[in-house]
């Protein structure tokens, strides 16, 4: 016989602990994308995982599918991209959050939502992570055999070992680490600036925190940068570039883009510090000698900062202004003279042109990063100059320019996906609200066609991929692709949408402040 008391009782208390949720008519029309963004995480992120197993031992182990007919997961688990959405998501409604709850007068539910929020980030940060986490024996251009401890592998392990669990080579890549240090240094600054109205022991978890996303952040950043091609040409100069991974030899534009903020950001975060990082350097052409060097941390983060940009800028950059793909090399490890154990790469030209969002959207907030806290008037200037470029030429691209009852077709136009998407729409968002530029023509025309499919077709959490036309029954991949299976909803997809919705309300606040 069911329980009818345990199923109501259990359904109370997944809406309490994710995060109370607020009836419509406690929101004003201003915060209405934020309810949305969370109205999707609060209908989704369960049924993907498994609130039993997150009530006994916080764990997170979202299956990549839902179908939204049957309820039916899809799947066995997430690999680490696919599950570094579900922080995005939860760390966007965060931001959001903290600018409501702290308006004079906010109701003092916000509180209590930003706070469970804030909890379940903290348990997919640390606790769940630890299930990719193994070590990697790397060479790189300036080291050999570097055993790293602690760095995200691409697929979840059933049982968290990070000392034996090899994840060297292709079983981790750059991008993935570079995508959680976006995150958990936002998740700094979202706790640093919470910290003020802090004391006692809440202060001390926020403290705790705070420096266990700093500590780990660096970590990763050091791994990502050991990543770089300091092998150099007849000429002196360096090949430079980031590998897709250490056991790829190709270059991509999402293997470098993702670290330019995180870069400027530390820089930012060591602006007044004395701190400085030690760090290898390799010699010219002829030697290839390495050599140790000192730099103050907010020079050598902004050093990189620069360096990758303009390898991106200069590789990747299209004659429409937006960013191809990735780059052919071929790479080897000498056993004698100069190079000596020393990877040594060098690009081959086969260079692949394909567009993405997500490739123009993260080099988007790198150039606005840069602008943003540039002192120097002609890098400036070039800077505002291809943010401006970019910022246009991107909508132009990845929209269509044919519009259907003035909307456009946003998202997953062209080569986009949601996540892809996301990327695009955050850099425009961040454009908007640091007043760099003016894009909240782009932004307005995304939450458009955003929230008429929610206002048409959204199902219990969930949105169609087609946001002008609606749900595709038919539509279900053999392959259980995302973008051809309109019926086994990916959480990729749907964690997307709703971290869309949150990067539009910060649009809304700033619009409305």
């Not at 691409?154 to 570079?178: A, C, F, T, W």
């Not at 969930?462 to 053999?478: Q, S, Y």
Request: hydrophobic share 35%; proline share 3%; charged share 25%.
């Amino acid at each position: 016989m069911v329980n009818i008391k345990n199923i109501i009782m259990k359904k109370y208390l997944v809406l309490l602990l994710i995060g109370l949720i607020l009836s419509l008519h406690s929101f004003s029309k201003d915060f209405e994308n934020l309810h949305r963004a969370l109205d999707i995480a609060n209908n989704t992120i369960w049924k993907y995982t498994s609130y039993e197993e997150w009530k006994n031992n916080r764990t997170i182990n979202p299956r990549p599918k839902y179908n939204i007919y049957t309820g039916e997961t899809v799947g066995n688990s997430y690999n680490c991209y696919e599950y570094t959405n579900i922080i995005e998501m939860l760390m966007t409604a965060m931001k959001s959050l903290q600018k409501v709850k702290d308006i004079p007068g906010a109701d003092p539910e916000y509180q209590k939502l930003f706070d469970h929020y804030e909890q379940l980030v903290w348990d997919a940060s640390t606790i769940n992570l630890d299930y990719y986490k193994g070590y990697a024996i790397v060479t790189s251009s300036t080291q050999s055999e570097v055993r790293w401890e602690n760095i995200i592998g691409v697929h979840r392990q059933e049982k968290i070992d990070p000392q034996n669990h090899n994840v060297s080579g292709r079983l981790n890549v750059y991008d993935d680490q570079m995508w959680l240090i976006r995150c958990f240094l936002e998740i700094y600054s979202i706790l640093e600036k919470e910290a003020v109205s802090l004391s006692g022991d809440a202060l001390a978890t926020n403290k705790e925190r705070r420096k266990w996303y700093l500590d780990y952040s660096e970590y990763l950043t050091a791994y990502c940068l050991d990543g770089w091609d300091q092998s150099k040409k007849p000429n002196g100069e360096e090949w430079g570039g980031i590998t897709w991974g250490p056991g790829y030899t190709s270059k991509h534009t999402c293997s470098n883009s993702p670290l330019i903020s995180p870069l400027v950001w530390l820089s930012e975060i060591y602006s007044e510090s004395p701190d400085k990082i030690d760090f290898l350097v390799r010699g010219d052409y002829n030697t290839n000698r390495v050599t140790s060097e000192s730099m103050l941390k907010s020079d050598y983060y902004m050093m990189y900062a620069e360096k990758i940009y303009d390898f991106v800028n200069n590789t990747f950059l299209r004659e429409d202004n937006v960013y191809g793909d990735m780059i052919g090399c071929k790479t080897t490890v000498p056993d004698s003279g100069p190079n000596k154990g020393l990877r040594t790469t060098i690009s081959n030209g086969n260079l692949d042109r394909t567009a993405y969002s997500y490739n123009s959207g993260s080099t988007l907030s790198g150039v606005a990063d840069l602008y943003r806290v540039s002192d120097d008037p002609e890098k400036k200037k070039k800077y505002y100059e291809d943010l401006v470029a970019l910022a246009d030429a991107s909508f132009k691209f990845f929209t269509d320019s044919q519009i259907k009852d003035d909307y456009y077709s946003f998202p997953q136009n062209k080569t986009g996906k949601a996540e892809f998407d996301a990327c695009l729409l955050r850099a425009w968002v961040e454009i908007y609200t640091n007043s760099i530029y003016d894009t909240s023509y782009y932004i307005d025309a995304f939450s458009k066609t955003l929230n008429f499919a929610y206002d048409n077709y959204y199902k219990d959490g969930f949105l169609p991929m087609d946001h002008l036309v609606g749900w595709k029954p038919n539509m279900i991949a053999e392959d259980n692709y995302d973008n051809r299976d309109d019926v086994r909803v990916s959480g990729l997809r749907t964690f997307s949408y709703s971290a869309q919705f949150s990067w539009i309300s910060l649009a809304d606040l700033f619009k409305h402040k």
